[in-house]
Nanobody, 124 residues
Framework: QVQLVETGGGLVQAGDSLRLSCAAS????????MAWFRQAPGKEREFLTT????????DYADSVKGRFTISRDSAKNMVYLQMNSLKVEDTAVYYC?????????????????WGLGTQVTVSS
């Protein structure tokens, strides 16, 4: 099992920046990649970005490319999401996820482990 805990959410204004953290514990040696998703009220969980645990290879959804940056610290079992130029439409619960799969699937259903999420609210 892998446990994930997200921190760093909060209330910010449009244009602000925010950094989310995800602490991983348990059998992290089995994890191939980590990711961030988000879910706004009434919407499906949306893939944002992913990073491989070894090698740090990243990929981004078009909706956040250029504004959000994922990074990881393998020694500390931490993953981060730096969010810049936040918009009101970025308001959502943000989730950290982990998968054992080497293939990148952006569907939330295919990811093995999830945190409980952290709320990000962007006001105008």
């Amino acid at each position: 099992q892998v446990q994930l805990v997200e921190t760093g959410g909060g209330l910010v204004q449009a244009g602000d920046s925010l950094r989310l953290s995800c602490a991983a514990s348990g059998r992290t040696g089995s994890v191939y990649r980590m990711a961030w998703f988000r879910q706004a009220p009434g919407k499906e969980r949306e893939f944002l970005t992913t990073v491989t645990w070894i090698g740090g290879i990243t990929d981004y959804a078009d909706s956040v490319k250029g504004r959000f940056t994922i990074s990881r610290d393998s020694a500390k079992n931490m993953v981060y999401l730096q969010m810049n130029s936040l918009k009101v439409e970025d308001t959502a619960v943000y989730y950290c996820a982990a998968t054992l799969s080497r293939t990148l699937f952006t569907s939330a259903r295919t990811w093995n482990y999830w945190g409980l999420g952290t709320q990000v609210t962007v006001s105008s």
